[in-house]
């Protein structure tokens, strides 16, 4: 209980976190599947805040960037320094990811970063998405998704390369790698990483149709680990933390690294081939047309 | 309704349809596992009926080579020209394949092409049978399978050779890759195709003892997708296939080669090697007798 | 019911085989997890007794190496060299592996043989252990686990190179890997063994967290085929043999050794290096020192 008061209290986010525990509506949030017209947002507040628990050895990162935590390149970038920062401190020994946004853990990739934008850009937005994915799935601490809100996409992703996944059982909310239902494809390393949680079978049908499923058929496939009342995510996550942190690190950490090293490997030994592969693809005419016609939609929505 | 109606009517085979829609009990039938000894039929007639419904971009496949859709040498080679000649035309995205014969979708391999057969011959007919698989395994199509009958063996590798498939819940049909049971053994990519569907331990256990599901216990495993009343199965295929296009072809072509091409490469880089495997296999003196008595057996349960 | 008869006659250890199908408490028995301090027994008695029935040509092996069946470097010498014994014979298609202990299948690597040991002394050890894997993992025989007790670590592993598993419904026993609990890490060859039989996902789970399954549990994720009450599982073993060997061998052996050959090849391709790995962890001055509170608590519990 006192670590349950002490998380609440060192996310400094009273008011967001009151969000967490209640069915919150904005009215104006849109939580749309895999890509996101984020609003640009010139401030230079924190998209990420990091409380570290030196006493538990556990950090909380909430992401807190309005409305729907899309993951843009600065996004992208302050969560890998972020992780960077955690790992590279031996008292920090478990990571809890969380969402201070009301109805979603994150919507995915910014599409603005990769509309009618240089293939440079492209190339460098793209390389941040693998080091998220590069620094959470290899990471030495335990790492999990508290996910009270809907994943898709490159959400779904972030809650994959995390260790545990426990999620908001709210039949609205919905996690999934939908890509294909927008018209583009997730790269190799994404259906890797489902394979590894869902198997071979699974991942294919769920990756052809695009699929996003409701925490109940996420728990069935084995998707999310475990499905708890929205108001209990945290807590959950928390009593779940200290169950790992009872396991030898060393021991641990190398059994982890044996479970994941081949699909790690995987990527870093063709990151700069993905990354042309990515840049190829979107900036081709039909995909930004595509792309472009998404927007309008989505504007319409929000209007 | 309008589609179903279509359908039945473009397969042009309303008595054979009839047939599927009733249990109908010809007497003589003879599905037994894996191996056929097929009727020599050297009529002219097709043993593959397609009907290409040009409104909804999808072909009906109805296999209709009494008594039990052994797969033949001309049957092989009818059924890979026709799917590639749809392949070919881009504005069929969709494929099912289903039976026109009672009670069973298709028996497998026909025993007579490997039963005092050349060397050659047995070599030319698993060149056949390869490119059944190869042909299905990698279409860009969306393939569903109708299984409205048994499907052991062949019959199982063509099922899970397609996207998704969906039983006739009839608990005097099996469906499963039974070879052990007859002394012969799965090749690695019936194994492969197998594995990718329902995991290693299932495929094991499967594999070594010659299982032989229930279309309940099919579904349990994973090796079905769905089961539906036996007059639904077709209907339910169509309903299913409308959900499969409404995905973007591109996309979810990518996906699914992504998702299949290590396991065709497999094969398509070791086909020669796997085709003398088989003839010499097959051609052994020990394994010409027991087909031998296994014939014998056949002709006295006809008689 | 003869041949149940049969089995327990043949094994000769009418006394201890009482003790299989009641609870016994001896009081003093010790099921550690994983790691035994094995009483040392300098006696000549056999650890494991061996009764081949030529009639149905299976083979019962028990292990009766008290307290607990621990895995020492001569209690698996003469396991691997009475595998290979009856491997040679060809009349012997069948084994099945059960244990005499009350309460305890195997409880797993002895730490006697890793603790204040020389290098060549553990590589000698580790060199066993790989050995009975590598003879149980690839045997010709269809190999059933009769796991009449708990089979943590080292134990788990022996029930998971088995074609088949079935436990006593008792949840006072637990099955599975827990080496990281201790501190030390299962090596690649466990992990693979272990995603094998129950996938990636569960395996990854299971091996970071150490888990020990109750029945039920094991089960529910297929790291056991089967439960039946205690009193039932050796006969229920001969049963599954039965229908195991009803099997042509010759068939049943080819797809064995096809399903587990690179499981198989990535051990005996790398076995000089898993030995030299094993001894340089094993050997560090601040795992011995686990190994010695680890032994230092065993002693408190038995005193």
Redesign the interface.
């Given at each position: 209980m006192a670590l349950r008061a002490g998380l609440r209290n060192k996310c400094g986010l009273s008011g967001l976190l009151s969000q967490w525990f209640s069915c919150s509506n904005h009215g104006r949030v849109c939580v749309s599947p895999f890509l996101v017209a984020q609003q640009r947002n010139n401030s230079t507040s924190p998209k990420i805040k990091v409380d570290f628990n030196q006493s538990t050895g556990v950090a909380l990162m909430c992401m807190q960037s309005p409305p729907v935590n899309s993951l843009s390149l600065d996004f992208l970038t302050e969560f890998s320094i972020a992780v960077e920062k955690l790992e590279m401190d031996k008292t920090c020994r478990g990571l809890i990811v969380t969402s201070s946004q009301p109805k979603v853990f994150s919507a995915g990739l910014d599409i603005m970063e990769m509309y009618r934008k240089s293939p440079e850009h492209c190339g460098e937005f793209w390389k941040a998405v693998q080091e998220m994915w590069l620094k959470l799935y290899s990471s030495n601490m335990v790492t999990i998704a508290a996910i009270n809100g809907s994943s898709p996409a490159g959400g779904c992703l972030m809650s994959l390369a995390c260790?545990?996944r426990i999620m908001a059982d709210n039949p609205r909310y919905t996690i999934g790698l939908n890509?294909?239902?927008?018209?583009?494809?997730?790269p190799?390393w994404f259906?890797d990483t489902m394979?590894?949680?869902?198997?071979?079978?699974t991942?294919?049908?769920a990756?052809?149709?695009?699929l996003l499923y409701k925490p109940s058929d996420a728990l069935t496939v084995?998707l999310v680990?475990q499905l708890v009342p929205e108001d209990q995510v945290l807590t959950t996550a928390t009593q779940t933390m200290t169950?790992?942190l009872a396991?030898?690190d060393?021991?641990?950490q190398?059994?982890?690294s044996?479970?994941?090293k081949p699909t790690i490997d995987k990527l870093t030994s063709n990151r700069e081939a993905d990354i042309q592969n990515f840049v190829s693809f979107i900036t081709k005419e039909s995909i930004q047309k595509s792309l472009g016609m998404y927007l309008e939609m989505l504007k319409k929505r929000k209007g």
């Open positions: 260790d545990y890509e294909t239902q927008l018209g583009i494809v997730a190799f259906k394979m590894n949680t869902v198997g071979h079978r991942t294919e049908i990756l052809e149709l695009g084995g680990d169950k790992w396991i030898p060393h021991a641990r190398i059994t982890k044996m479970m994941r």
